[in-house]
């Protein structure tokens, strides 16, 4: 049979024949849109995306940079329930992540904070070459439109280093209209700066240790939220080569090629209305779908553990282990403070970022030293919970790499980040890279909306509820130290009497199972990584074993960075894109 005519007969079993596209998409997410828009600026190229979820750019709970979660109870979320970890009781967590055009950059808190350049660095020691900090570097820079603050927004703390950003790119980014007023400001400073953590000038320039306020994905001048549809997609639209379609894919489908590696020519989708509809690419499939969503796909496609695909009857077309393990999220909770007199009503975006050093204070040495012991241990812990899908030889090599990090490299291991809530202060702190990895799965054949998802928090090792202990512990001392408790009435949850400032370590701990989330900062469920680390795609976001299979989104993302996952999904997504089009025939 002609080629073509092959290709056109195999499109069309089973289900409505829909259109061919050079590349079609998998999600109008926060990376999904950046593809779209690099890909298609060529105008011989035709891209088509599909996106369950609908326009929201009019919508005022997703325009307003007064963030205070309206959109949340709403239609365009993803809620997924999660299974239960022994560490957490009977609480289950949820995750949540946005359901639109623009993807969770429509729903998120806007903080734009990159990470530490040894992080970015490791991902080429982990064996992908060409990912490291200078290279993701430039991207950031590429894909950023940074405007710079005013002088009240600098009067109120507000600073930045103008060779850390790019001012040509797509992508707004600003300080909010009202940054609060310096009475916080100036306070929290000198509070940090008696514990050790020093203001600094641009906490994205590759160097996030200490306290610093951080710039928003917003328009300024507009006073909206800027997200990858405002960013990526309204410059493009009137483009005829671009089109999003409504839909949500459920799994690629596969050309009957020759050879060993497998050769995708599209995806099915169901429309709205329950339709199964297929769509051709002539070139390459893009998986966009989120660090949720991309595994259910490939799962459904027949690339993964062979153990989970038998499980679900799903044929074997790849042998791919990785696929859905190593999900890494940050571990985060909250404190609330009452003020003596309320603040004004800006936001505070402040964060201070300390190091192992910083939080474990002389205590430091020792513990490098009796963790480093354990990582075999604990990378047998996690290859177990993953029933074996990645070795413990695997995991160790990367947990060397990450306490390496954390111990050698001195990257921050957390995040202390206050908000005004208006009557008081909700002082959220999180530690950035846990040990303790989770996993998502397709829980059954046809569920391919249902990812069934195993965090795993606390549970490869006692370490991640020590860190976190840590950084709760300077929190606390933060707002218990002058000038900053000059501030405070009182801590109101969980209240001094149930965590006094000595508290003991039962007590974290009780406090921290009892009460610690998911930050919503998931990568890795597709980590790029060589096969024989667990890997799932390849240098050039290649899925191993297929030709034209890329993901690109935070779930290639292999190891937990500092700060917040919205950013680096930007730079990966441009740089991606530029790995993609270069292969362009
Ligand atoms: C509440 C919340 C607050 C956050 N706050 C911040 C913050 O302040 N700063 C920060 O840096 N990060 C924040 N994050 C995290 C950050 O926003 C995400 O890590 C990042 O946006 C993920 O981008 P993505 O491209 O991987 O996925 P997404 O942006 O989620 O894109 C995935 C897209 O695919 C679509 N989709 C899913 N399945 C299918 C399917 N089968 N078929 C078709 N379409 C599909 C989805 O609808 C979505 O549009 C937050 C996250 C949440 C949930
Ligand atoms: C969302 O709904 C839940 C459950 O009904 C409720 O507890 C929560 O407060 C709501 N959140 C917002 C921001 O409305
Ligand atoms: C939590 O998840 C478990 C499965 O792990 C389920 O049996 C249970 O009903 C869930 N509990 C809640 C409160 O949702
Ligand atoms: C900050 O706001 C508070 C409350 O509105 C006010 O009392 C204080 O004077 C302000 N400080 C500055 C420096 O503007
Ligand atoms: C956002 O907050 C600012 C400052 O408090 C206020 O002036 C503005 O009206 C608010 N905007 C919306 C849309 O709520
Ligand atoms: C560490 O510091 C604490 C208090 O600052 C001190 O009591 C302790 O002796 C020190 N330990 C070591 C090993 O130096
Ligand atoms: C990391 O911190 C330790 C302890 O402060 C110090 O001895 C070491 O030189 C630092 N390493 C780097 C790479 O900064
Ligand atoms: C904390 O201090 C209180 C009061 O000084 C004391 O009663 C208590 O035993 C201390 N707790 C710990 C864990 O040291």
Redesign the pocket.
């Known amino acids: 049979m002609h080629k073509s005519l092959q290709l056109l007969f195999l499109t069309c079993v089973g289900g409505v024949y829909g259109e061919t596209f050079d590349y079609v998409i998998a999600g109008a997410g926060t990376a999904g849109l950046v593809i779209a828009n690099r890909l298609s600026s060529n105008p011989a190229i035709t891209v088509a995306v599909v996106e369950t979820g609908d326009d929201v750019r009019q919508n005022a709970d997703v325009q307003t940079i007064n963030f205070s979660f309206t959109s949340f109870n709403t239609s365009i979320n993803w809620l997924y329930p999660s299974v239960t970890s022994a560490a957490l009781g009977s609480r289950n967590l949820t995750y949540r992540a946005g359901k639109a055009w623009g993807g969770t950059s429509s729903v998120n808190g806007m903080v734009y904070i990159r990470g530490d350049k040894a992080q970015y660095d490791a991902w080429e020691d982990l064996g992908n070459k060409g990912w490291n900090w200078d290279s993701v570097f430039s991207y950031y820079k590429k894909g950023e439109h940074f405007i710079t603050p005013t002088s009240a927004q600098i009067a109120n703390g507000a600073t930045y280093d103008a060779s850390a950003h790019g001012t040509t790119g797509p992508l707004d980014l600003g300080f909010p209209f009202t940054v609060s ?3 916080f400001h100036d306070k929290a400073r000198d509070t940090w700066k008696v514990l050790g953590l020093d203001s600094i000038t641009d906490l994205n320039s590759g160097d996030s240790h200490g306290f610093d306020t951080a710039p928003m994905t917003l328009d300024p001048p507009a006073g909206v939220r800027e997200d990858s549809a405002r960013a990526y997609y309204t410059p493009a639209e009137a483009r005829s080569n671009l089109k999003i379609i409504k839909g949500t894919v459920k799994r690629i489908t596969w050309a009957d090629a020759p050879g060993r590696t497998a050769v995708a020519n599209g995806f099915e989708y169901v429309t709205p209305s329950g339709e199964l509809v297929k769509i051709g690419a002539r070139k390459e499939v893009v998986l966009s779908a989120s660090a949720y969503r991309n595994p259910l796909i490939l799962e459904g496609s027949g690339v993964g553990n062979p153990k989970i695909l038998s499980k679900l009857g799903i044929k074997i077309k790849v042998k791919l282990p990785g696929v859905g393990e190593s999900m890494q999220d940050h571990n985060i909770i909250a404190m609330t403070y009452a003020l003596k ?4 009503g800006g936001r505070i975006p402040y964060a201070t970022l300390p190091t192992a050093q910083d939080v474990f204070g002389n205590k430091t040495a020792s513990l490098a030293a009796s963790t480093s012991a354990k990582l075999a241990e604990w990378a047998k812990a996690l290859s177990d919970l993953s029933d074996g899908a990645i070795s413990p030889s695997a995991i160790e090599k990367r947990f060397r790499i990450q306490h390496d990090l954390i111990f050698k490299k001195n990257v921050t291991v957390g995040e202390l980040f206050p908000t005004n809530t208006g009557t008081g202060i909700l002082a959220q702190f999180w530690t950035s890279m846990p040990f303790s990895w989770g996993s998502v799965h397709l829980g059954s054949k046809d569920k391919f909306n249902e990812p069934s998802i195993t965090p795993n928090l606390f549970s490869a090792t006692d370490f991640d509820l020590d860190m976190l202990a840590a950084v709760g512990r300077l929190s606390q001392k933060s707002f218990a130290t002058p000038p900053l408790s000059d501030l405070i009435a009182d801590n109101v949850s969980p209240g001094y009497s149930k965590l006094p400032l000595n508290a003991s370590d039962d007590q974290w701990g009780t406090f921290l199972k009892g009460n610690v989330l998911n930050a919503l900062h998931v990568v890795g469920s597709c980590s790029m990584l060589p096969r024989e680390l667990g890997g799932v795609v390849d240098e050039k976001v290649t899925v191993h074993g297929t030709r034209n299979v890329r993901v690109v989104d935070a779930s290639i993302i292999p190891m937990q960075l500092s700060g917040h996952t919205m950013a680096p999904v930007y730079a990966v997504a441009e740089k991606a894109a530029d790995i993609i089009l270069a292969e362009w025939k």
């Open positions: 007023n310096s009475s007199s309320s603040l004004d």
